[in-house]
């Protein structure tokens, strides 16, 4: 089923374009564990209201986890201590003001865009970093992100134009009448440690081999969405091969089960039928083939309930955009 057209995809605006920033693209290619607070300042369910007042005016934090015997149990925030201010009951211990239910975490080798999500889909203001749900190895607030953006950005300048420079000499002595670079990958299902390596090596191929920023960041972000669906919804994961061609970007991810019921409703943004185990990890949003659309000029979408799935994907690239033999051509005017 053709989902979309080259019509509706292919004419993609400055505006449009402007909306993938580097800044976007570097949040799916961090880990939580590089931008997170580690061992971060703990408390008891036993502990005070009281005490908990004044850990947050020495320590200049507005929450923290609340740990019982190594398990992570609840959250502790200045709401919680406004709300014992109120009742006026700072002697209470804070398992009586803490939130226990409903908790999300996230993890330490997911990618930051995991954490964005969560951030834009609920009202937290930190998330816990744990190995197991259990274990609080960091805390994650939205000022670490930023400042972890940021940071990034500023070491990501100098290596970008190494790269680019790298980019510039990689086809010179590659001689033929049709040069494409094929590239594939072996996912596994539920393999969220590895999850997101697949679209940041093709990103980063792309880049070497001298492509427009912003086509490198449509194809990772179209590519990091197909993957993690294959990581959260196959059976035996799948195969995503890519390649590369002067003035077009193919894309084919396949795998051989369960399947998609309903396509028409799995394009419907904020659909998805991942398990509330899954959800609990931060992922299945339901974004993730509105985001693969926003990104290419083409894309079809076939499934076979009890079989599989099959997506294809393309970018077209004009002439300033070439890669390959049409970077060449630019480059001696030919």
């Known amino acids: 089923m053709d989902t979309s ?30 931008v997170m607070t580690p061992d971060p300042v703990t408390v008891t369910p036993e502990t005070s209201m009281n005490a908990v007042l004044e850990l947050f005016r020495s ?26 201010l109120i009742k006026g009951d ?24 995991e954490a964005l999500k969560v951030f834009v889909n609920s009202r937290v203001g930190r998330l816990p970093v744990t190995e197991d749900g259990q274990t609080v190895v960091g805390i994650l607030t939205k000022g670490d992100i930023t400042r972890g953006l940021l940071s990034a950005l500023k070491r990501d300048i100098q290596a970008e134009e190494m790269r680019r420079y790298r980019a510039r000499h990689l086809f010179e002595d590659i001689k033929s009448d049709r040069t494409s670079l094929i590239l594939r990958y072996n996912i596994q299902p539920r393999d969220f ?44 994961g799948g195969v995503i091969r890519v390649e590369i061609e002067p003035h077009q970007i193919s894309m084919d991810v396949y795998d051989y089960g369960p399947g998609i ?17 899954i959800r609990a990890l931060g992922f299945g949003a339901g974004m993730g083939l509105i985001n693969i659309s926003r990104c290419v000029d083409e894309m079809n979408l076939e499934s076979t309930w009890g079989k599989g799935t099959r997506l294809r994907m393309k970018i077209f690239l004009n002439d300033e955009e070439a890669v390959g033999e049409g970077y060449q051509l630019k480059e001696t005017g030919t």
Do not use: W
């Open 193 to 236: 440690i590895h999850g997101g390596e697949a679209s940041s090596h093709i990103k980063r191929a792309l880049v070497r081999l001298g492509a427009n920023p912003q086509v490198a960041r449509r194809t990772g972000i179209a590519v990091y969405e197909a993957e993690m669906n294959l990581v959260i919804h196959t059976t035996d």
């Open 5 to 34: 057209s080259t019509d509706d995809y292919r004419d993609l605006t400055d505006l449009e374009a402007d909306q993938i920033t580097r800044l976007e693209e570097l949040a799916y290619e961090i880990k939580v564990q590089e």
């Open 90 to 113: 700072l002697e209470a211990p804070c398992s009586r003001f803490m939130t226990s239910t409903n908790l999300i975490t996230v993890r330490p080798g997911e990618p930051l865009v």
């Open 261 to 277: 019921k309903d396509i028409q409703q799995a394009m419907q943004p904020g659909f998805s039928t991942a398990s509330e185990e």
């Open 59 to 84: 320590r200049r934090i507005t929450g923290a986890p609340v740990v019982d015997e190594g398990r992570f149990v609840g959250i502790i925030s200045i709401e919680d201590l406004i709300r014992s």
